[in-house]
């Protein structure tokens, strides 16, 4: 009867642990925000109106190529990644990717005005500018061309490697990606992104087990729910290249989260049984005893 009371009570604080203080203390450290957008209805985007491709290529080499890689049409990055990030403040990315990484309307806000699409602006006083410029002053039909254009040379899917890459990798490295050649390193340097941001950002080889999944979509979506005031853009992935980018997290972070699922069930079997033989064991040796 001793061991049983003695079992309800750690039972009964367990409990309480469990379901009433670590629910709490969690409530506290991650707020609950509003769910990811990701129709982005926020941004001055495109409104419905539809862009011709054709004229969308002109504009596009006109405007962006001489920062920008687009290797999928033949123009390929003009200098190595430091050298793009001395002069330029951190590592432009290639666009041949970008239009179907990219919410369509998120893509035309950001080229009318890149710190208020990606909600940086705070960043942007004093005198201080994005390192891209704003494209405003093009008619809207312009900037629909453009995003058609994107739209039009980029490819039909990608691996979660490679989304994580274009998407994210120009600040963030995931060493544990490539240990051996480290490939998987920010493509800005340190010194540089250190500059931009104010801070290096971290290395995302095990975010998937300190962070929640939920909490990795709304800080991606928007990182401004959960850390107010952050460098960090808000990127405008769609869902399901914000579902790749976690996906390969998770794929470099948590690879064996399968088998651990698998060998749960069985290892509380185990324990159970256990248990029984334990308890079987105990009252044979109390009944000889008395």
């Known amino acids: 009867m001793r061991e049983l ?15 009433g203080v670590e629910p709490y ?4 450290l991650h707020k609950t925000v509003d769910a990811p957008d990701y129709t982005f209805k926020d941004v001055d985007g495109l409104k419905g109106m539809k862009g011709n491709a054709k004229s969308g290529e002109t504009l ?3 405007n962006c190529v001489a920062c920008h890689a687009i290797e999928k049409v033949g123009f390929s990055q ?13 590592t432009p990315p290639d666009l041949s990717s970008s239009g179907l990484l990219y919410n369509a309307d998120y893509l035309a806000a950001f080229i009318k005005n890149p710190a208020k699409a990606s909600k940086t602006e705070h960043k942007y006083q004093d005198g201080a500018a994005h390192p891209m410029p704003g494209y405003d002053w093009m008619q809207p039909q ?5 995003v058609a254009y994107l739209q039009s040379i980029a490819p039909e899917k ?32 340190d010194a540089d992104i250190k500059k931009y941001m104010g801070t290096i950002p971290p290395d995302l080889s095990q975010y998937i087990r300190s962070r929640s999944e939920q909490y990795l979509h709304e800080l991606v979506n928007n990182p401004q729910k959960h850390l107010s005031g952050t460098a960090m853009p808000r990127v405008g992935l769609t ?6 980018v976690i996906t390969y997290m998770a794929e470099v972070g948590d690879s064996s989260r399968a088998e651990r ?26 009944r000889d005893l008395h």
């Open 261 to 286: 699922a698998e060998l749960g069930p069985k290892f509380l079997i185990y324990l159970l049984v256990f248990a029984l033989f334990a308890w079987l064991w105990k009252a044979k040796i109390w």
């Open 158 to 189: 990608l691996t979660n490697k490679a989304v994580f890459a274009d998407a994210c990798q120009r600040c963030h490295s995931i060493k544990y990606g490539d240990m051996l050649n480290g490939t998987m390193a920010s493509f800005t340097p």
């Open 5 to 19: 009371k003695i079992l309800l009570v750690l039972v009964f604080f367990t409990g309480a642990l469990y379901y």
């Open 78 to 90: 003009s200098m190595d990644n430091a050298s793009l990030a001395a002069a330029f403040q951190l």
């Open 142 to 146: 312009e900037i629909a061309d453009m």
């Open 60 to 62: 596009v080499q006109n």
């Open 239 to 244: 869902q399901e290249a914000e579902n790749q």
């Open 25 to 28: 203390a969690h409530h506290q």
